[in-house]
């Protein structure tokens, strides 16, 4: 089996953060510029993957995305065979960054590997280690204090059980206010955690900390800026709350100098942050001989990304959902959808989809 093309497809997708109007939206988008990669075979056999381009978080774009592919990762695949998916990866390697870019490659050839073999992705990781259906935890946008109350009360009605409300675009207190409304409009059972993405500086997090512990968070997510590792590990020692690293581990490498410096007690996983799913698992795999958790994190993903993210919690022990409801809230968030079978299960959780390869059939714009 040889690749005989691929093809790339920008695609843009509505967001509803369920927040309703806002007039400033801190950097949260409400579109989705998405790029489709399509890796076709000289056997018919295709495989479909996702580009979650977002500028902001991890310097990609749909349109840098789809030059980089099209003039400089596709022609080094040619040829080769799709079911050899370290072998191809490594031709890309040499390609600085550009995780997603990377990512949604892989996941189209793991599609096809899984066609092949006509057996599911989470197979080809190893098997299942848990069953199919995962949690989800809601995160709120940071809206004011009544709003955000009422969006968390609304979604725990809808079935969530863990919401996470993101802070670090506004003044410590004025989070503080909201934490408080929060936990008063969910109670006591709901799991709450925080989410700074790297917005506090290392003395407000440990100032934030007891106050956080006073309203039962489970954990507080990147709370100093993603370069800060060391800033990081001295929140983690100065504080009782378990620190969740997401912004600051991209790669194997990032993982190993996090652990090297104690600076997470969990830390966050998904193939397109991470270059793809065979990085996940070395980084899972790293994480877990340290005796550090990991958690399956988001970007916003459409469905077919989405789909790849619930393969790897299935079929990966360290990711562990059982502890920390899982990020995969692209299904929740886009208001179109990419795939014939919905990802999301009642009571708020996603399914692992049935089927060969990422077990999807996509239905939106294709080359």
Known sequence: MKITAIETVPVTVPVDRRVGTVADA??????????????????GLEGVGEVTASPDWSGETSAGAKALIDTHLAPKLLGADPRQIRHCMDRLGKTFANPFAKAAIEMALFDIAGKFHHAPLYQMLGGAVRDGSFALRFPVMPVGPEASADVARRMVAE????????????????????????RDAIGSEVR??????????????????????????????QPVHRLDLEGLAEVRRRTHLPVMADESVFTVQDTLRCLQLRAADIISVYPGKNGGLLNTLTIAAMAEAAGVH?????????????????????????????????DIIGPVFHTERAVASPLLAPEACVRVPDGAGLGVTYTGPSA
């Open 26 to 43: 801190k950097g949260f988008r409400f579109q989705s510029r998405l790029l489709m990669v399509f890796v076709r075979t000289d056997t």
């Open 159 to 182: 079935g969530f059980r863990t919401i996470k409300l993101k802070v670090g675009h506004d003044a410590l207190e004025f989070d503080l206010a909201r934490l408080r409304q929060v």
């Open 192 to 221: 709450l955690t925080v989410d700074a993405n790297g917005g506090w500086t290392v003395s407000e997090a440990i100032a934030a900390a007891p106050h956080l512990a006073e309203v039962g968070v489970t954990f507080v997510e």
């Open 294 to 326: 990991c958690a399956i994190g988001s970007n916003l993903e459409w469905d077919v990304g989405s789909a790849a993210m619930a393969h790897a919690c299935m079929a990966i022990p360290n990711i562990r959902t059982d502890l920390y409801a899982a």
